[in-house]
């Protein structure tokens, strides 16, 4: 190696550290079972996206799925565990695979 010339490995390069981190986060998410004309019954912490309720449903082992009400104007949330679930016009729940609960 000629003179201040460091040896450079390729996974201390900032884009594979960036990309790794990104493989990280995709493998922690949950994945969702989208279902319509169907809500829970009980449910909480109302956001502005889908993807805001996803990720927190994501990081809650005992989150069962979601409930997007956007349909008729409404927000979505996060639906309590034990929650029980029935037709609901315009709305939709996506629900977490069994193996992620």
């Known amino acids: 190696m ?5 040896l450079r490995l390729p996974w201390t390069s900032p884009v594979v550290a960036l990309l790794f981190m990104l493989v990280l986060m995709v493998a922690d998410a949950a994945t969702f079972r989208r279902e319509c004309h169907v809500a829970c019954v009980s449910y909480h912490s109302f956001k502005d996206s889908l993807k805001a309720v996803q ?3 994501s990081r809650d082992k005992s989150c069962p799925s979601i409930v997007d009400f956007s349909g008729n104007g409404g927000m979505y ?3 309590k565990p034990g ?3 029935r ?3 315009k ?5 977490k ?3 992620e609960l």
């Not at 000629?2 to 460091?6: L, Y």
């Not at 709305?91 to 629900?95: D, G, L, Q, S, Y």
């Open 2 to 6: 000629a003179g201040s010339q460091a």
């Open 55 to 57: 990720e927190e449903c």
């Open 77 to 79: 949330a996060v639906c």
């Open 83 to 85: 929650t029980e679930y």
């Open 87 to 89: 037709k609901w016009s």
């Open 91 to 95: 709305v939709c729940v996506e629900r």
């Open 97 to 99: 695979r069994a193996d």
